[in-house]
């Protein structure tokens, strides 16, 4: 029961049969009865239109396109391609009900509907479920086809989230059928992008020199992708190999061979004197966020809101090879409940001295990542941490955020600062395990500059 009464009242409550009135509509709408407006819905796919015999009232209630169509008339033919008739008959009882389910590969075909007839909640709802169900599995994948349909429709929010998830999530796109139907344009946004998560940059080149050879692009444009790459990522063994093996790489030789032999030198020297000829604060000598186990490590926590854990994990210095045998240790602390200055206990100015009372809630997540030791080796060179946070959704773990951050600092000042870890609920958790990945990023400044 609900107060409703401002008199004083206290008996008045509220009645509510908005379900039994939901199920008259569909009734109404299934049935037909007073129906004073005909929609013939025909389609290249059928030589038979779809005939909804609808009520101009509730209609028009929804869609102001609707109400235009039946000021004058009562029967209106509507064109539809294959894809959105199939949907028709659940948009219409949307306009009834308020309330519509729909599959990963209707969501499209449905935001199309919404778009074209001016149901602007429906197209909303749409936009929002494909935005949180961008994890569900799907035999050829969505989230591809999703990205260019929100370019198209000038959808920005949907576009962001599509592209960060790709970034994020890329091994798993890179191995997958929609891999093959990503556009021109996509491909040298991702390349672009230096918070890609993947094994390796040989891993990228592998599923890009996959592309170019299903696509076939034309010249300018396999330049412009092979150029995205970052070859200095890659060991020289590897380098030598792809020369001697690659179709692609031997096609479009040209179009990278003074990329190739840069690469070849910043792993020759050492990149101190390498720093004194070359521009290394540029994207090609920027690592992205590679899983392999020399840029960093997992760390899944059980019970994670307990107490505090640490940990400790080896990388190596750099990607140059003059580096790559070198070995950085790091320790890793993480509190659950730590505690700002500001929140932290002080004795107060009573003469009991007591502190104030602090409350378990009012701490919040803390990781803090610090080398275990210095070195002269790691004169110009910095190091940026990423700390990857792993989550289930939709039956699959993918990563939710990632939080980076430089040498200057030891840790990321919102690192979770909206979990909930004391919930066995809490999104963030996995079997009641939180899911890390920390990834150490080495990053060389230039130095002294010397005339060529």
Not at 100 to 127: C, D, E, N, T
Not at 377 to 400: E, H, I, M, N
Request: hydrophobic share 40%.
């Amino acid at each position: 029961a609900q107060k409703a009464d401002l008199s004083g009242d206290a008996t008045a409550t509220t009645i509510n049969h908005s379900l039994m009135l939901l199920q008259r509509l569909q009734e109404l709408l299934q049935n037909g009865n007073g129906s004073d407006s005909v929609l013939r819905v025909r389609s290249a796919a059928s030589d038979e239109a779809k005939v909804f015999h609808t009520h101009q009232l509730l209609l028009s209630l929804q869609s102001e396109v609707f109400e235009s169509l039946l000021h004058n008339q009562s029967v209106i033919t509507l064109h539809e391609p294959p894809e959105t008739a199939a949907l028709f008959e659940k948009f219409i009882r949307y306009l009834y009900c308020g309330g519509v389910s729909i599959l990963l590969h209707q969501a499209i075909p449905m935001h199309q509907l919404a778009s074209k007839y001016r149901v602007w909640g429906l197209q909303r709802g749409v936009a929002d479920y494909m935005k949180t169900h961008l994890a569900s599995e799907s035999s050829q994948g969505h989230v591809v086809a999703w990205y260019h349909y929100a370019v198209r429709i000038g959808d920005v929010g949907l576009q962001e989230s599509c592209l960060q998830f790709l970034a994020w999530n890329l091994s798993a796109i890179l191995g997958s059928a929609e891999w093959g139907s990503v556009s021109v344009e996509l491909l040298l946004l991702l390349l672009e992008r230096s918070d890609l998560v993947l094994q390796s940059e040989l891993e990228l080149y592998t599923a890009v020199e996959g592309w170019l050879s299903r696509r076939q692009p034309e010249g300018p444009v396999a330049k412009r992708v092979l150029r995205a790459i970052r070859y200095p990522m890659i060991a020289p063994s590897q380098l030598f190999r792809l020369q001697a093996q690659s179709p692609v790489l031997a096609r479009h030789y040209g179009a990278v061979q003074d990329l190739l032999f840069q690469a070849f030198q910043f792993h020759a020297a050492s990149p101190l004197h390498f720093a004194k000829y070359f521009d290394v604060n540029c994207s090609m000598f920027l690592p992205r966020n590679y899983l392999a186990p020399s840029w960093g490590s997992q760390w899944v926590i059980n019970n994670p809101a307990r107490d505090d854990r640490s940990t400790s994990f080896q990388t190596q210095l750099g990607p140059s090879s003059h580096d790559a045998g070198k070995r950085v240790t790091w320790n890793v602390l993480f509190s659950p409940r730590w505690l700002p200055v500001s929140l932290r206990p002080v004795y107060s100015d009573s003469v009991s001295g007591a502190v104030q009372p602090v409350r378990i809630e009012d701490g919040r997540p803390r990781l803090v990542i610090t080398p275990a030791m210095s070195s002269p080796d790691f004169a110009g060179v910095s190091f940026q941490k990423t700390v990857l946070v792993g989550v289930r959704q939709q039956g699959r773990v993918v990563v939710k955020h990632a939080y980076s951050f430089h040498q200057s600092s030891d840790e990321a000042a919102d690192f979770l600062a909206h979990a909930d870890l004391q919930k066995r609920t809490s999104e963030y958790l996995i079997d009641n395990s939180l899911h890390l990945h920390i990834i150490i990023k080495p990053v060389y400044h230039s130095l002294i500059k010397v005339k060529k």
